[in-house]
C-alpha cells in the first residue's frame, strides 16, 4: 500500500470544505476550502477533478451551484450555477458525462468536456435524492424523495434524433420501481453492468435489492430503524446499512454463506449484527479495496474505519467542523501523488479530458454561434498505435534488406538492374586494372627479349661479373626509356 | 581470438565474440572479393539477431556459471564488437556499391541489437555515415534505400532514449540535418525507388522527433497531398502518405493543427464525392455532411496540400474518374483513420458530427438514381451508375472503417451519438449489408465493439439487428426447422415507438406491423428485397469468416447485456449457438457425441464440413458466453456445453484447448455455485486456516502452504500416486516420492527465483505482493471471488495443490491495464459471473417447493451415475472405498484414497460422454424453470453426497488438469467428516 493507497474524502452539510484523509494512515492530506453539501452529492471527475454540489443558502436567489476542485489546489477551481439547487451528483468512470439531480425532480446531463448540458428531463415528481451509474456506465438510476426509484438508459435519454420534443422533453425509463413507501435515502448499483443488482434504502426502513436484468424486486429486508446510507462489500457478500441510529447493520447478501466457524449460516447473519459506535445517525458508508475496511460518516462529526471482520473501529477521523454529510474513499488521485516520481510522471504525460464549467441552459442550434461549430468535445485519443508494424523488434533495415536481397536474386526491378549495373561496372573497373597489369607485364617481357635479342652477347660479356644489379635496373631503365 | 579455448557449452560467454568474427569471415563482403550472394548477408543478420552477438555485457545471458571469466569475457565480447563496427564503417566508405550497400543494412541491424551504452556513444558518428549515401544522388537506389532503412532504425532507437540526458538536443541537432535531403527525396521523381524508405523515415521522425519537422510541416503537407492524390503511384505508398499525413499535426502538437487538418481532409473528400455522387443521393444528405464544415459567413479555410494541389480539378488522363476517386477517397479516410487512432500529447477537439454525417453519406448511397434529380438535371448516364455501382462495395468498407476508428478514437464520448449510430447500422444491415462478405464482417465487428464499449444500453439499442442477422447467417436458410427464416433477418427499424416504449414486447409488435407496411422510408428499395432474396434462394450459408464475424457479434451481446435480450429471443440465441458449437465440435471429433436430434438439427448448414480451428474458437467462446450470460432460467446447454468443453480440451496443442479449458473454469461458479470463503485479509485468512484447520480446512486450503508434517503415505498409495501425472494436484510428499532423487518441495526453487526465503510461510504473499498497484488491489475481492470456485472445487485438504490458477488470476488481473478494453470486459464479465454465481442465485424469488428440490437432486444424480460404461464396477469400487474414508482422520490420507479410486477407475473404462447429452434437459424442456442453483448451495451437505458420486470415474480423463472437477470427492466427503 505504499505510494497509492486510498483517501478518505469528506464534506459537510455546513461551510466547511472538503477534507482527505489518508485511509490507512489517518494521515490529513489535504483540506478543500468553500463547501456545504447536501447528501450524496460528491463525484470525482476524471482522476483530475471533483464536484461538489452546494447546499442551498436559504437567503440567497433560486439557484443552485456546483463547485468544482482540482485535487491539489485547496481553492475551488471554478464553480458553476445551475438553474436551480443540485442534490445529488454522479460522473461517468472515465468523468466524461456528469448528471445531477435538481430539487424539482428533474435530472440534468452534463458533458463535461464542454461543459454543454445535453439532456434535462423530469424524472421525478420530488427532489431527487441519489443518483449512480451502471458499472458499465450506460444506464442512470435515480431515486427520489417521492420514493421511486426510475433506470435511465443513457442511449435513450440522449437520442433526440428521433423524437421532435427536444432536449427538454419527457423521456421514458427502462423501469420505474415503487415500492418505497417514504423517500430513498441510498442507492448503489453492484457489479456486473445489466445483470447487477440495484440495492436502495429508504426511510421506510427497508432495504430492498432489484435485478437490473429482470426488473423486479428480489429481496426486501426490514431493520429497526430509518436508513440513510447502503453500501456493499467489493464482493457483494453482505450489505451494510447506516441507520438514523448510529448503529451500521449487517445482512448477508446471499444465502448459504459460509462463515469463519465453517458452518453455513442459511441466509441472514440477523439484522441485530451490527457495527455499534457512532453516536447520531450514520449519513454515509464506502468500502475500501480491501474489501474488509469500511469507512462511515455520522452526524457525531466523526469518520469510522472498520474493520468488518472483528467488527471493530480502527480509526476516528474526527471532522470537527461540522456532521458528515457526504463521504468517498477513493484510490489517492495522481494529482496528490506529487512526493513519489512516479506521480509526476504520471501527471505529465497522459492528457486527460478536460473539465468546462456546466453551462446553466440548453444551447440550441439556432441560437449556438459557436466559432467552430465542425468541432466536437475534446476528446483524448487512445494511448498506444495500433499499427501491426509497431511491435518490439520491427526492424526497418532488416525488412528493407529482404526486400532488397528477393529483388536482387530475381532481377526483378529497376532498382536491382541498378544495382546490377553497378556490379558489372565495378568489375569492369577491375578487369581493366587487371588489363593494365597484363599490359605492363607484358612490355616487361618484350622489353627485355628484344635486349636479350638485339645487344645479349655484348652486354653479357661486360656484366659477367655484376649479375645482380643489372637484373634490378635494367626493366626499369628500359620502361622509362620508352 | 588470442588463443582458443575449448567452450563449456552452449551459453558459455566466450561463444559470442567467436561467433561474430566467424560471420565476419564467412558471411559480410570485402573489397577483394566481390560476388558473394546477398543472401549470406541476411544469414550474417540472422545469426547476429539469434545469438544477440552484439550484446557486451557479461551478465545477461542468465545463471553466469563462470563468475572468474566474467571480466575477461567483456574485454574480448567488446573487442570483437569493436572490429564489428570497424568493419562496417570501412563497408560504408568502400567504393564497391554493394559493399556500401551491405554496410548500410548491418549498421541498422547494429543500431538495433548493440547496448545501449555503445549506442549512445556512436550514435552521431553512425548518423553522418548514413546520412552521406542520402545526400547524393549519383548513389544506387538501393544504397540510399537501405541507409534510409537504417536511418529510421536509428531514430526509432534514439525516440527510446530520449530521456536520456542530452539525447533530445543532439537528436534535434542531427535531424536538423536530415530533414533538407528528405524534402529533397521526397520532392524528386527519380528517386521514387526509396519513397517507401523515406516514408517510414519521415513517419520514425514525426513520431519521435515531432519538433523538428515544425518549419517544413506546410511544405510537407504539400508533397504528401501531392502523393495522395497521385494514383500513379505503388499502392503502398499512398497509405504510408495517409499515414505520414496523419502525424503531421505533431510537429505543431497543439488542437488546433489537427482539427485543421482533419477539417481539411473531410472538406477535401466531400468534395471529391460531390461529382461522383451527383444525382445518386439526397441533395440534403450532401448539404448536412458539409453544413457543419464550412459554416455560412466564414471563409473557407485553405485546401488540403496549400493552393498548389486543387483537390478535385487534377483528373489525370488516361485513367476514368473512378479508378481515381476510390483510392483517393479511401487514402483520404485512411488518414483520418490514423488522425483519430494515433496518440496525440493534448485532448482534441473531435469533429464527430461531419465524422458521422459523412459515413452516413456514403453508406446512404445504393446507386439507385433518384427520380427527382434526373427529373431537375441531364440525366445520368448509365455507365456512370453502372461504374458507381461498381466501386461502391469498396466506398462503404472505407465508411465502415471510419465508423470503427471513429469509435476507437472517440469511445465513451460518442454517447451522444450513439442512438445515430444504433440506426445507421441497423439500416445499413437491413438495406445492402447482405450482399458482401467483407462488408457484413466488418458490420458484425463494428458491432461488437459497440457492445463492448457501451455496455447494456448500446446492446438494447442495436440487438434487434445483430440478433436477427446473425441467426440467419448461423442457420441458413435451408436449415430443417425454420424458425427463422431470413424474415428474421431485418431487424426492426429503430422508430420513436420502440424507444419511447420502451419494452421488448412492443418492440417486436413494432417490428411485426412494420414489415407489413408495403412501402417504408424513401430509400427501402426493391433492392434490400432483392439482397433477402440473395440470402434466401442462394447457396444457403453465409462463408465461414462471416459466420465467424457473426458468433464474435453474438457473443459480446450476451456478454454486454445478454440479460436483457427477451425471453424468445434468447433462447432462439442459446439454441442456435448450442446447435452450432456441436456441429463444430462434431466437425473435428469424429466420434461424434450430439444425439441424431442435433445432427438432424444441423444437417441443412453446412458448418460441419467448414469447421476450423478458428470457427471452434469462436463458437465455443460463443457458448461460453450464452452458457454464462444470467437469464430468468437456468442455461438450458449446460450439460451439453461441457461435453463439448471437455472433448475440445483433448485436442492438445490447439487454441481450442485453451479456449475450452477456460471455459470449464469460468463454467465452474454454474455448477458449484457462489460461496465465498469467510472476509478477512488474506494474512488474517492464513493464519486463522493454520489454527482452526480441522474444521475449515475445506473452505480454503489453497490460500496455505501446508507446514504441517505430512503422514507418510502408506507405500500402496504412493505407487498409485505415481500413475498420476500432474505435479500440482499431487500432494507434496507424494511428488517427492515420485521425483526421487530431488526431495525438496517443487515451490522452494519458484521461491527462490522470486526473491521469497526458504522458510517463506504461506504463499500468499505470492498473490499479493506489496509492489502491486492500486488495480491489482482493486481485483484483490474479486478475486477471492475466484477462490471461491477453487474452494468449492476443492483440493487435495489444504495442500500445496493450486495456487497456480489463483496467481495466474492475479497475473491477469494486474497486468489487465496493458490489454484491450475487449479482455478486460470479457475477464469482468466472467468476475462478474462469480460474484453472482449462479445467475441471480440467492436473490431471485426462487420456488422452493420440496418437489422441484428433489427433482433437481435427482437431475444431478441422475446425470451423472447411470451414465458411467460401466457402473456396477464403480459402484462397487466406491463402496470399497467408503469406510476407508470414513476411518480417516486426515484429510490428506482422504485423498490418497480418492486418488485410488481414481486410478483404478482409470483401468476400468473411459465413459463415453454421449449420455450426457441425453440427459440433460431436452430443447423444449429449457424453457420451463428449473431450480435454480440455490438449491444446491442452500443444503450443501446433502449435496455433498451428490457430489461424491458426481464425480467418480466418469471424470478421469480430466484428472491431469488442476482445475478438474476430481477433488470436488474430497470436499463432498471430508464435510460430513469434520463435521
Known amino acids: 500500500m505504499e505510494g497509492a493507497g486510498e483517501v478518505v474524502v469528506c464534506c459537510s452539510g455546513v461551510d466547511a470544505g472538503v477534507t482527505l484523509w489518508d485511509l490507512h494512515s489517518g494521515v490529513l492530506i489535504s483540506h478543500l476550502r468553500t463547501c456545504a453539501t447536501p447528501r450524496n452529492a460528491l463525484a470525482p471527475v476524471g482522476s483530475h477533478f471533483l464536484a461538489a454540489a452546494q447546499l442551498h443558502k436559504p437567503g440567497s436567489a433560486g439557484g443552485g451551484a456546483v463547485h468544482f476542485w482540482t485535487w491539489h489546489k485547496n481553492q475551488v477551481a471554478f464553480k458553476s450555477y445551475p438553474v436551480e439547487p443540485i442534490g445529488p451528483l454522479a460522473c461517468t468512470s472515465d468523468g466524461a458525462y456528469l448528471a445531477g439531480g435538481g430539487a424539482s425532480g428533474r435530472i440534468y446531463f452534463w458533458e463535461v468536456a464542454t461543459g454543454q448540458l445535453l439532456r ?84 421506510d426502513h427497508t432495504c430492498k435489492i432489484w435485478s437490473l436484468a429482470l426488473g423486479t424486486l428480489l429481496r426486501s429486508i426490514v431493520f429497526p430503524t430509518a436508513l440513510n446510507a447502503v453500501v456493499l462489500d467489493p464482493g457483494e457478500y453482505a450489505l451494510y446499512a447506516g441507520g438514523a441510529d448510529g448503529r451500521i447493520f449487517i445482512t448477508a447478501l446471499n444465502f448459504g454463506v459460509p462463515i469463519s466457524s465453517g458452518i453455513l449460516a442459511d441466509g441472514i447473519l440477523g439484522t441485530d449484527a451490527a457495527l455499534i459506535g457512532h453516536s447520531r445517525a450514520v449519513t454515509s458508508l464506502a468500502f475500501s479495496m480491501d474489501g474488509v475496511s469500511l469507512v462511515s460518516g455520522s452526524e457525531d462529526c466523526t469518520a469510522r474505519l472498520w474493520d468488518t471482520t472483528s467488527k471493530q473501529v480502527l480509526r476516528t477521523f474526527t471532522h470537527n467542523k461540522g456532521p458528515i454529510n457526504c463521504l468517498l ?134 656484366d659477367d661479373d655484376k649479375d645482380g644489379e643489372r637484373l634490378y635496373h635494367r626493366p626499369s631503365i628500359r620502361c622509362g626509356d620508352r | 581470438m588470442a588463443f582458443e579455448e575449448a567452450l563449456h557449452s552452449m551459453h558459455d560467454q566466450g561463444l559470442r565474440p567467436r561467433l561474430l568474427h566467424a560471420v565476419m569471415a564467412n558471411h559480410l563482403p570485402d573489397d577483394k572479393q566481390v560476388t558473394r550472394a546477398p543472401g549470406q548477408l541476411s544469414m550474417a543478420v540472422a545469426s547476429v539477431r539469434r545469438h544477440h552477438l552484439l550484446w557486451e555485457s557479461s551478465l545477461v545471458a542468465g545463471p553466469g556459471l563462470h563468475f572468474m571469466q566474467g571480466a575477461k569475457t567483456l574485454d574480448v565480447n567488446k573487442g570483437a564488437v569493436d572490429a564489428w563496427i570497424e568493419k562496417l564503417l570501412n563497408l560504408l566508405s568502400s567504393t564497391v556499391a554493394e559493399n556500401r550497400w551491405a554496410g548500410a543494412c548491418l549498421l541498422g541491424v547494429t543500431c538495433q541489437e548493440c547496448t545501449r551504452q555503445r549506442f549512445l556513444e556512436c550514435y552521431s558518428l553512425w548518423f553522418t555515415k548514413l546520412l552521406l549515401p542520402l545526400k547524393q544522388p549519383t548513389d544506387p537506389i538501393f544504397v540510399r534505400a537501405a541507409a534510409c532503412a537504417s536511418l529510421t532504425d536509428l531514430i526509432v532507437r534514439l525516440g527510446g532514449l530520449i530521456e536520456f540526458a542530452g539525447v533530445r538536443r543532439d537528436g534535434a541537432n542531427l535531424i536538423a540535418k536530415l530533414v533538407q535531403p528528405l524534402l529533397q527525396i521526397l520532392g524528386d521523381k527519380d528517386s521514387c525507388g526509396i519513397w517507401n524508405e523515406a516514408m517510414d523515415l519521415l513517419s520514425a521522425l514525426l513520431r519521435y522527433f515531432p519538433a523538428c519537422l515544425r518549419q517544413q510541416s506546410s511544405s510537407l503537407e504539400a508533397l504528401l497531398v501531392a502523393r495522395i492524390m497521385d494514383v500513379e503511384c505503388y499502392t503502398t505508398i499512398p497509405q504510408k502518405c495517409a499515414r505520414a499525413l496523419a502525424l503531421l499535426p505533431k510537429a505543431h502538437g497543439d488542437a488546433t493543427t489537427w482539427s485543421s487538418l482533419l477539417r481539411r481532409i473531410l472538406i477535401a473528400t466531400n468534395s471529391e464525392l460531390d461529382f461522383a455522387f451527383a444525382g445518386m443521393e439526397d441533395v440534403a444528405t450532401a448539404e448536412d455532411a458539409i453544413a457543419s464544415l464550412l459554416p455560412r459567413g466564414q471563409e473557407s479555410p485553405w485546401p488540403l496540400g496549400g493552393r498548389a494541389v486543387p483537390s478535385n480539378a487534377c483528373v489525370q488522363p488516361g485513367k476514368s474518374l473512378w479508378q481515381q476517386l476510390v483510392p483517393r477517397v479511401s487514402n483520404l479516410l485512411q488518414c483520418c483513420n490514423y488522425l483519430l487512432t494515433s496518440p496525440f500529447p493534448v485532448p482534441v477537439p473531435a469533429p464527430l458530427g461531419p465524422l458521422l454525417a459523412l459515413s452516413m453519406r456514403i453508406l446512404r448511397v445504393d446507386g439507385s438514381r433518384l427520380s427527382s434529380a434526373s427529373r431537375l438535371g441531364a440525366p445520368i448516364p448509365s455507365s456512370h451508375q453502372a461504374a458507381l455501382c461498381s466501386e461502391l462495395p469498396a466506398l462503404h468498407l472505407t465508411a465502415l472503417n471510419l465508423v470503427a476508428s471513429t469509435l476507437r478514437g472517440i469511445r465513451s464520448q460518442l454517447l451522444p451519438r450513439a442512438a445515430d449510430l444504433v440506426r445507421l447500422i441497423s439500416d445499413y444491415f437491413r438495406r445492402c449489408g447482405g450482399v458482401h462478405a467483407t462488408l457484413r464482417i466488418k458490420l458484425y465487428s463494428i458491432a461488437r465493439h459497440l457492445f463492448v464499449a457501451m455496455g447494456a444500453g448500446m446492446a438494447s439499442g442495436l440487438a434487434p439487428a445483430i440478433v436477427g442477422n446473425a441467426l440467419s447467417d448461423l442457420k441458413g436458410s435451408t436449415s430443417g426447422s425454420n424458425i427463422l427464416s431470413p424474415k428474421f433477418g431485418r431487424g426492426p427499424r429503430i422508430s420513436n415507438s420502440v424507444w419511447a416504449s420502451g419494452g421488448w414486447s412492443s418492440a417486436q409488435a413494432t417490428n411485426t406491423k412494420k414489415r407489413k407496411e408495403p412501402g417504408g422510408i424513401p ?201 498420476t501425472t500432474n505435479g500440482f494436484a499431487v500432494p507434496a510428499p507424494v511428488s517427492a516420492l515420485k521425483i526421487g532423487q530431488l526431495a525438496m518441495d517443487p515451490w522452494a526453487e519458484v521461491d527462490t527465483w522470486l526473491g521469497y526465503g526458504e522458510d517463506f510461510g504461506d504463499d500468499d504473499s505470492l498473490f499479493y505482493p506489496e509492489t502491486d498497484g492500486i488495480l491489482v488491489e482493486d481485483y484483490s475481492g474479486a478475486t477471492q471471488g475466484y477462490g471461491v470456485s477453487l474452494v468449492l472445487n476443492g483440493s487435495e485438504g489444504g495442500q500445496v495443490a493450486p495456487p497456480c490458477e489463483a496467481n495466474e488470476q492475479k497475473l491477469a488481473d494486474s497486468s489487465m491495464d496493458l490489454r484491450t478494453q475487449t479482455v478486460q470486459r470479457e475477464t469482468l464479465h466472467n468476475l462478474q459471473q462469480n460474484m453472482h454465481g449462479a445467475q441471480s442465485n440467492p436473490l431471485q424469488p426462487v420456488e422452493k417447493d420440496p418437489a422441484t428440490i428433489e427433482r433437481s437432486y435427482q437431475e444431478q444424480t441422475g446425470i451423472q451415475t447411470p451414465d458411467t460404461s460401466t457402473p456396477l464396477e464403480s459402484s462397487a469400487q466406491r463402496q470399497d472405498i467408503r469406510p476407508v474414508i470414513s476411518d480417516t482422520e486426515d484429510t490428506e490420507a482422504i485423498s490418497m484414497c480418492v486418488d485410488i479410486t481414481v486410478a483404478k477407475a482409470s483401468g476400468v473404462g473411459i465413459p463415453d460422454t454421449n449420455q450426457d447429452a441425453h440427459l440433460c434437459p431436452s430443447l423444449e424442456g429449457r424453457l420451463v424453470p428449473t431450480a435454480t442453483y440455490a438449491v444446491t448451495t442452500a443444503s450443501y451437505p446433502a449435496a455433498a453426497d451428490t457430489f461424491a458420486s458426481f464425480n467418480d470415474p466418469v471424470e478421469i480423463t480430466t484428472d491431469s488438469d488442476s482445475e478438474g472437477p476430481l477433488p470436488a470427492i474430497v470436499n463432498g466427503d471430508s464435510e460430513p467428516d469434520s463435521d
Open chain 1, 329 to 462: 474513499v477513493l484510490p489517492r488521485p495522481p494529482l496528490l501523488q506529487h512526493g513519489t516520481q512516479q506521480g509526476r510522471s504520471l501527471n505529465r504525460q497522459i492528457p486527460t479530458i478536460p473539465v468546462a464549467p456546466l453551462s446553466k441552459y440548453i444551447a440550441s442550434d439556432a441560437v449556438s454561434h459557436e466559432p467552430n461549430p465542425w468541432e466536437g468535445p475534446l476528446v483524448v485519443l487512445p494511448a498506444s498505435y495500433q499499427e501491426e508494424e509497431d511491435f518490439e523488434g520491427h526492424s526497418y533495415s532488416s525488412a528493407a534488406m529482404e526486400r532488397q536481397i528477393q529483388e536482387l536474386e530475381q532481377r526483378g526491378s529497376t532498382a536491382a538492374m541498378q544495382m546490377e549495373l553497378e556490379r558489372l561496372r565495378s568489375e569492369l573497373r577491375r578487369a581493366l586494372h587487371n588489363g593494365q597489369q597484363w599490359q605492363q607485364l607484358h612490355q616487361e617481357l618484350y622489353c627485355f627479349c628484344v635486349d636479350e635479342l638485339m645487344g645479349g652477347n655484348k652486354e653479357r660479356d661486360e
Open chain 1, 120 to 203: 434535462l428531463w423530469p424524472a421525478h415528481y420530488k427532489n431527487v435524492s441519489c443518483l449512480v451509474f451502471s458499472d458499465d456506465d450506460s444506464l442512470l438510476i435515480s431515486g427520489a424523495d417521492d420514493g421511486l426509484i426510475n433506470v435511465w438508459p443513457l442511449l435513450r435519454v440522449l437520442d433526440m434524433g428521433e423524437d421532435n420534443q427536444g432536449a427538454e422533453g419527457q423521456v421514458a425509463a427502462m423501469y420505474g420501481w415503487s415500492d418505497h413507501t417514504l423517500p430513498v435515502t441510498g442507492l448503489l448499483a453492484g457489479s456486473g453492468g445489466p445483470n447487477a443488482v440495484v440495492v436502495s434504502c429508504s426511510l
Open chain 2, 523 to 723: 430509400g427501402d428499395h426493391p433492392g434490400s428485397v432483392m439482397v433477402e432474396a440473395a440470402i434466401s434462394a442462394g447457396e444457403g450459408t453465409a462463408p465461414v469468416a462471416v459466420q465467424i464475424a457473426a458468433l464474435q457479434a453474438l457473443e459480446a451481446l450476451l456478454t454486454s447485456g445478454g440479460a436483457l435480450l427477451p425471453d424468445r429471443w434468447r433462447a432462439e440465441v442459446d439454441a442456435v449457438l448450442a446447435s452450432v458449437a456441436m456441429a463444430a465440435a462434431t466437425g473435428s471429433i469424429s466420434a461424434g457425441f450430439a444425439s441424431e436430434e442435433d445432427i438432424n438439427f444441423m444437417e441443412g448448414t453446412s458448418i460441419a464440413s467448414t469447421s476450423s480451428g478458428d470457427f471452434q474458437v469462436a463458437a465455443y467462446q460463443a457458448l461460453l458466453a450464452s452458457l454464462l450470460s444470467p437469464c430468468c432460467h437456468r442455461p438450458p446447454y449446460l450439460a451439453q456445453g461441457l461435453a463439448v468443453f471437455r472433448n475440445g480440451r483433448q485436442e492438445a496443442g490447439t487454441e481450442v484447448a485453451a479456449v475450452c479449458a477456460h471455459a470449464l473454469l469460468a463454467l465452474e461458479p454454474l455448477i458449484h455455485p457462489r460461496c465465498l470463503p469467510p472476509a478477512g485479509t488474506p494474512a488474517a485468512v492464513a493464519a486463522g486456516m493454520s489454527a482452526g484447520r480441522a474444521t475449515s480446512a475445506t473452505l480454503v486450503p489453497h490460500m496455505q502452504r501446508s507446514n504441517k508434517p505430512i503422514p507418510a503415505p502408506s507405500p500402496q498409495l504412493a505407487g498409485v500416486a505415481t500413475n
